[in-house]
């Protein structure tokens, strides 16, 4: 069974418009932790944001949001005024306390923001 | 500029060549990994080592032959390889192996076989 899902395979945007990125994840552990990176076409994987599962408050940093929600098991992210640069994959991660930080990693969602 | 340092960033190479991937950190991290992606598709763990000993090898063909000299480098000895193996090699770095911290990738090295 795929641990994280993310529905959403490509989004388009015109800038300056927010966006949402849905996650969707699934564990038995308690002790869990998520991840979002952003992979630009440039290849490297960039670290967003980390979060455990013992702390649901939601998190802001500029025009990042996420919206951690254990009720429903989803971790989203939104991008507020989303700008070019943004253009990229997304990806969200799950790791697990039992399985020794071994990344399971959603198929991605590819944001087209355009000018 | 990413903390992970990886080369060459594309390598061309026919099933019969042996050429090498190599990466370097230096930001004292412990573990260290191998991820391949293949367009379009997440990364997929290859490797895992920690304290320069291999920790996991998720089922990796032998033509892959992963080596920690030091802390600071991993290597992927590459031998005659598939088409199937084209792909971006990622490497990745983390405080230690099993702490749930964030993994720090380097761009990756773009791999063609002819």
């Given at each position: 069974?795929q ?8 989004i388009?945007?015109?800038e ?9 994840y ?15 076409p ?23 949001s ?6 429903t098991?989803?971790f ?9 640069v ?5 990806f969200?991660?799950l790791s697990?306390?039992i399985n ?16 | 500029?990413?903390?992970v ?9 026919g099933m ?8 370097e950190q ?13 367009a ?6 290859m ?6 000993k291999l ?9 892959f ?5 030091n ?7 590459l ?29 990756g ?6």
């Amino acid at each position: 069974a795929q641990k994280v899902t993310q529905a959403q395979t490509e989004i388009s945007v015109v800038e300056k418009e927010d966006v949402t990125l849905d996650c969707v994840y699934e564990t038995r552990d308690t002790t869990y932790y998520l991840f979002w990176y952003k992979q630009p076409p440039s290849g490297e994987l960039v670290f967003l944001i980390r979060r455990n599962s013992f702390d649901e408050q939601n998190e802001i940093s500029g025009r990042y949001s996420w919206n951690f929600q254990k009720s429903t098991s989803s971790f989203n992210f939104t991008i507020t005024a989303s700008q070019v640069v943004d253009s990229a994959v997304y990806f969200c991660a799950l790791s697990e306390a039992i399985n020794f930080n071994k990344f399971y990693f959603g198929s991605g969602t590819k944001l087209n923001v355009k000018p | 500029d990413t903390e992970v340092t990886q080369t060459p960033k594309h390598l061309v190479m026919g099933m019969t060549n042996k050429k090498s991937l190599k990466c370097e950190q230096h930001m004292g991290h412990r573990a260290m990994y191998w991820y391949k992606q293949k367009a379009k598709k997440p990364p997929e763990l290859m490797f895992v080592y920690s304290y320069e000993k291999l920790s996991i090898n998720e089922s990796v063909p032998s033509r892959f032959s992963p080596e920690c000299p030091n802390s600071s480098l991993l290597n992927l000895h590459l031998h005659a390889l598939q088409p199937e193996d084209s792909a971006l090699y990622l490497c990745a770095s983390s405080q230690e192996w099993g702490d749930n911290q964030p993994q720090h990738f380097g761009d990756g090295t773009r791999l063609s076989i002819l």
